[in-house]
């Protein structure tokens, strides 16, 4: 099972939007509805940001959002914020209890 | 408030052996599925182990098949990852997730495993 694609890096200034992409196949992103993606800041353990594609934990803010179209997934940050700065993992259900990881975005806040 | 505490990961040499463990509180064990992800120095996260609720089904990444082994204990709201034949590349901070909705709903701050001679 391959790792699904995100671009290494993105980037923004504060207050504008940022977009990451996670491409997968049939077999993961585009066969199920159970795409979630995972905030994480160096040092620490990742955190749950959205379920099920698009919903949000308690206590994220609704300035995460996530979305799906075939087989990419993706994650949009909104008026970004210096804590924004991060690690950011999609991750997509493939079948037999098995899931896959995309490779990880850097995403900056200029 | 739901915490996860992994323990157990140290120095171990190329092919020896070590026993992770993860103590949960906070929420009902026995009621989820429960996972083993790790990530190697500077690299990204990789699911190695799910189990299921009663340990009656499991599911092992295909780099860790026949070595590690996944269990938990319910009464003691404990997993654990026994781990043999340890390679260099198994080197990495292991953590201990729990399932909601098919996901990694909650992560524990992780434990280091190295293996090096």
């Known amino acids: 099972q391959s790792a699904l694609t995100q671009p290494p890096s993105a980037s923004g200034s504060p207050g504008q939007s940022v977009t990451i992409s996670c491409t997968g196949t049939?077999?993961?992103?585009?066969?199920?509805?159970?795409v979630s993606w995972y905030q994480q800041h160096p040092g620490k353990a990742p955190k749950l940001m959205i379920y099920?594609?698009?919903k949000r934990p308690s206590g994220v803010p609704d300035r995460f959002s996530g979305s799906k179209s075939g087989n990419t997934a993706s994650l949009t940050v909104s008026g970004l914020q210096a804590d924004d700065e991060a690690d950011y993992y999609c991750?997509?259900?493939?079948?037999?209890?098995?899931?896959?990881f995309g490779t990880g975005t850097k995403v900056t806040v200029l | 408030e739901v915490q996860l505490v992994e323990s157990g990961g140290s120095l171990v040499q190329p092919g020896g052996s070590l026993r992770l463990s993860c103590a949960a509180s906070?929420?009902?064990?026995?009621?989820?599925?429960m996972r083993w992800v790790r990530q190697a120095p500077g690299k990204g996260l990789e699911l190695v182990a799910n189990?299921?609720?009663?340990?009656?089904?499991?599911y092992y990444v295909d780099s860790v098949k026949g070595r590690f082994t996944i269990s938990r204990d319910n009464a003691k709201n404990s997993l654990f990852l026994q781990m043999n034949s340890l390679r260099a590349e198994d080197t990495a901070v292991y953590y201990c997730?729990?399932?909601?909705?098919?996901?990694?709903?909650?992560w524990g701050q992780g434990t280091l495993v190295t293996v090096s001679s």
């Open positions: 997730a729990r399932d909601s909705n098919w996901d990694f709903a909650y």
């Open positions: 906070g929420f009902t064990f026995s009621s989820y599925w």
């Open positions: 189990i299921k609720q009663d340990g009656s089904e499991k």
């Open positions: 049939s077999s993961d992103v585009g066969g199920y509805n159970y």
């Open positions: 099920e594609v698009s």
């Open positions: 991750s997509s259900y493939a079948g037999s209890h098995n899931f896959v």
